[in-house]
Structures are given as C-alpha cells and as structure tokens.
C-alpha cells in the first residue's frame, strides 16, 4: 500500500520552531515534485512550500526566509524546518508527492498534522 505519513506537528510559542517530516512508503514508483500545503480553519488549502527532483524550492511568501524545504531521496522524506513560527502559521499541514510508475502518473496527499502557534 502507497501512503505518505507526516510527524512533527505540535503547539508552539510564536518564535519557535518545529520540523516537520512526510514519508512515502510502498511501491511508490519515481518520485518527482514533493511539497507541502496547509489548511487553517475556516480557509482554503494553500502552498507552502515545493522542491522539485532536482532539489530546485520555491515558497509561499508568507514563509519565505522562516520556512526551509529539502528532501532525502534515500529515504523517500521530504522535510519543512519552520522557523519564527507566528500564530497564522497556524494549520493543518499535508505533504504531497508526484511521482510515477511508468508513463503513469500520480500524486498522493498524506493524512495531514495539526501545527498550533499560541501568540
């Protein structure tokens, strides 16, 4: 069975920092673009933060220079370092994955965490 499952989330004080971390586990195939998005209450999902098979990122830019995004293809993870945290970083966060298993083409959502900054 395919699934992506992420750790890390937590409640911390605005200025701290938390590690996420998303592991995709199975026959997953090649995996291409990893990333990261977050929904908050009451809003839609959002982007985070991206990196692509060649370890290019880009990010939201509400969390340019605090959040950092990387990858450990070794081990099928994908990481987000947030730094500086504030209180609208407040969400549940999901990593994502594009990968493929010959000319087929997916992507795959894990089941999200809970990250709560308290001001």
């Known amino acids: 069975q395919v699934q992506l499952v992420e750790s890390g989330g937590g409640l911390v004080q605005a200025g701290g920092s938390l590690r996420l971390s998303c592991v995709a586990s199975?026959?997953?195939?090649?995996?291409?673009?990893m990333g990261w998005y977050r929904q908050a209450p009451g809003k839609q999902r959002e982007f985070v933060a991206g990196?692509?098979?060649?370890?290019?990122?880009n990010y939201a830019d509400s969390v340019k220079g605090r959040f950092t995004i990387s990858r450990n293809n070794t081990k099928n993870t994908v990481y987000l370092e947030m730094n500086a945290l504030k209180p609208e970083d407040t969400a549940v966060y999901y990593c994502?994955?594009?990968?493929?298993?010959?000319?087929?083409?997916?992507?795959?959502w894990g089941q999200g965490t809970q990250v709560t900054v308290t001001s």
């Open positions: 199975g026959s997953i195939g090649k995996i291409n673009a």
């Open positions: 990196v692509s098979s060649g370890e290019n990122t």
């Open positions: 994502t994955v594009g990968a493929q298993i010959g000319l087929q083409r997916y992507n795959l």
